[in-house]
């Protein structure tokens, strides 16, 4: 079965750092693109940042360029997003989600989600 | 970058009817790179369609999707009670890889 499970979300403070984690397990993690997506409370979906499968092809939302660093060990089956400079506005529940076509692809499937929140 | 803007924000609808929804992009996209997800309360979104009009694995065949150039639809052909939910349309044909803002499908 094909599994994505985030970790590292908590509390945190403006300004603060985090990484998040996504491991991945019931599927040849280092053949598939991988995606941050993230949902503010009760709002929707927002697309965060991409990684190819060899890491040379990485993207950003232009709301976490420069403080967000995404980056992926396919030895560990692992998946990562660094989180610097935290704002109030990254509260947030952070997805993993696995692109099964490569750069533009379909988002299939998701992880349940790690919750950040930014308060003082 | 391609703004998506779905109608309408809510839709109240009883089992047993069809629901359509739509997903207007700002620009003509590829229908090759254009899917739609179902999130209930509490869950990750769920894949339902890809390329406009493909079935996600273990998805029922009364959820269809359609459209070209800028004009998009997701139908449900009889609702179920499952099917309460909120849906997104999803352009993945360029960075940055945009969501449309929701449609919330109610009981009615």
């Known amino acids: 079965e094909v599994q994505l499970v985030e970790s590292g979300g908590g509390l945190v403070q403006p300004g603060g750092s985090l990484r998040l984690s996504c491991a991945a397990s019931?599927?040849?993690?280092?053949?598939?693109?991988m995606n941050w997506v993230r949902q503010a409370p009760g709002k929707g979906l927002e697309w965060v940042s991409h990684i190819s499968s060899s890491s040379k092809t990485i993207y950003y939302a232009d709301s976490v360029k420069g403080r967000f660093t995404i980056s992926r060990d396919n030895a560990k089956n692992s998946l990562y997003l660094q989180i610097n400079s935290l704002r109030a506005e990254d509260t947030a529940v952070y997805y993993c989600?696995?692109?099964?076509?490569?750069?533009?692809?379909?988002?299939?499937?998701w992880g349940q989600g790690t919750l950040v929140t930014v308060s003082s | 970058e391609i703004v998506l803007t779905q109608s309408p924000g809510t839709l109240s609808l009883s089992p047993g009817e069809r629901a359509t929804l739509s997903c207007r992009a700002s620009?003509?996209?590829?229908?090759?790179?254009l899917a739609w997800y179902q999130q209930t309360p509490g869950q990750a979104p769920r894949l339902l369609i890809y390329?406009?009009?493909s079935r996600a694995s273990g998805i029922p065949d009364r959820f269809s999707g359609s459209g070209s150039g800028t004009d998009f639809t997701l139908t449900i052909s009889r609702l179920e009670p499952e099917d309460f939910a909120v849906y997104y349309c999803?352009?993945?044909?360029?960075?940055?890889?945009?969501f449309g803002q929701g449609t919330k499908l109610e009981i009615k």
């Open positions: 999803q352009h993945y044909g360029n960075s940055p890889y945009s």
């Open positions: 620009q003509s996209v590829s229908s090759s790179y």
């Open positions: 390329g406009t009009s």
């Open positions: 989600a696995r692109a099964p076509s490569g750069t533009y692809s379909r988002f299939d499937p």
């Open positions: 019931g599927f040849t993690f280092s053949s598939y693109s």
